[in-house]
């Protein structure tokens, strides 16, 4: 039986690598040593930043609820209170969306949850 080579899964790799450093600068994009270690941080700031971007929406969204409820003066803190004792179940996302394109609907929940507190 002849001996196997790994020739073409090597190359196959390779090139895997060398098509992920496309847009690089110089060795970056050229050299294959420099291409891999270019494409492992780059995988390395993609994982972590996938993980953080979730982080930075939540504060985003907590930011224009506060600015929302404080325009029908309440709290952050007293809005999530309220809605939470008046078993309204909307998310974050959803209220912070509504602190900047609906007002009229936010200031309805703001009375709910005043009330709720009250």
């Given at each position: 039986m002849p001996r196997s080579k790994t020739v073409v899964p090597g190359r196959s790799r390779?090139?895997?690598v060398m098509k992920a450093a496309k847009g690089n600068f110089s060795g970056r994009r050229k050299l294959y040593k420099s291409a891999l270690q270019t494409v492992q941080r780059a995988g390395q700031f993609a994982?972590?930043?996938?993980?953080?971007?979730?982080?930075?929406?939540?504060?985003?969204?907590?930011?224009r609820i506060n600015a929302g409820a404080r325009l029908n003066g309440l709290t952050y803190s007293t809005m999530i209170?309220?809605?939470?004792?008046?078993?309204?179940?909307?998310?974050?996302?959803?209220?912070?969306?509504?602190?900047?394109?609906?007002?009229?609907?936010?200031?309805?929940?703001?009375?709910?949850?005043?009330?709720?507190t009250a």
């Amino acid at each position: 039986m002849p001996r196997s080579k790994t020739v073409v899964p090597g190359r196959s790799r390779r090139k895997k690598v060398m098509k992920a450093a496309k847009g690089n600068f110089s060795g970056r994009r050229k050299l294959y040593k420099s291409a891999l270690q270019t494409v492992q941080r780059a995988g390395q700031f993609a994982y972590e930043h996938r993980r953080l971007k979730k982080r930075t929406f939540r504060a985003l969204w907590v930011t224009r609820i506060n600015a929302g409820a404080r325009l029908n003066g309440l709290t952050y803190s007293t809005m999530i209170a309220g809605l939470k004792k008046a078993n309204v179940e909307v998310n974050r996302k959803l209220l912070a969306d509504l602190a900047v394109r609906d007002a009229p609907a936010f200031a309805m929940l703001a009375e709910v949850a005043k009330a709720a507190t009250a």
